[in-house]
């Protein structure tokens, strides 16, 4: 289905050169003089570049048909990560190439939102935050607070990140998946 200019809004999925796009920002300008346009900028779903586009008043979009699943991560084998489709089910095997950096937050039965395009993955959303436990980092010594620093930590998936000097190994604390950073210690 063709989109007119004036169907381009924000969260709107798009096809353009070839791939699936979502709309994360738009301006309809008419000039006082020439015809009307919108400056988008768009999010791939496959790989997350940011690319900016005009389109012109006579141009026809492709309108892209982005499926949202919810899936469920059960495990890992080789570079296949598996995770169960909540709705049917299904086992559902994604490579860890197409899954990226995201990765190094996947803990068991966490839930994820996959976007699929004509049957085919594109990316995964992990939840904004999630509750690790600290597994390896220097232990806190009395006195250390909030604002003194950091420390690298490891936490129950793998990754390392930065946390407060306060915090020790067996910790319960907050990551913003997002930007990989420390939120807060959770009791």
Do not use: C
């Amino acid at each position: 289905m063709s989109l007119s200019i004036n169907e381009i809004k924000v969260g709107v999925t798009v096809f353009v050169e070839n791939e699936a796009w979502l709309v994360v920002d738009s301006q309809h300008v008419k000039p006082g003089k020439g015809a009307a346009f919108v400056r988008a900028k768009l999010r791939n779903l496959k790989n997350n570049s940011i690319q900016e586009k005009t389109f012109r008043g006579d141009e026809k979009i492709e309108e892209a048909f982005v499926e949202e699943r919810k899936l469920q991560y059960q495990y890992s084998s080789g570079d296949l990560y598996h995770f169960m489709d909540s709705d049917n089910y299904e086992e559902v095997a994604i490579s860890k190439e197409n899954i990226g950096d995201k990765v190094k937050f996947l803990k068991d039965n966490l839930d994820v939102s996959a976007y699929f395009y004509k049957g085919d993955f594109l990316n995964i959303s992990l939840p904004n935050f999630i509750e690790v436990e600290i597994t390896h980092t220097e232990p806190g010594v009395k006195g250390d607070t909030a604002k003194s620093g950091t420390k690298p930590a490891e936490i129950e998936t793998g990754a390392t990140i930065q946390v407060p000097l306060f915090i020790n190994p067996g910790d319960k604390i907050k990551v913003d998946t997002r930007s990989a950073s420390y939120v807060e210690r959770v009791a």
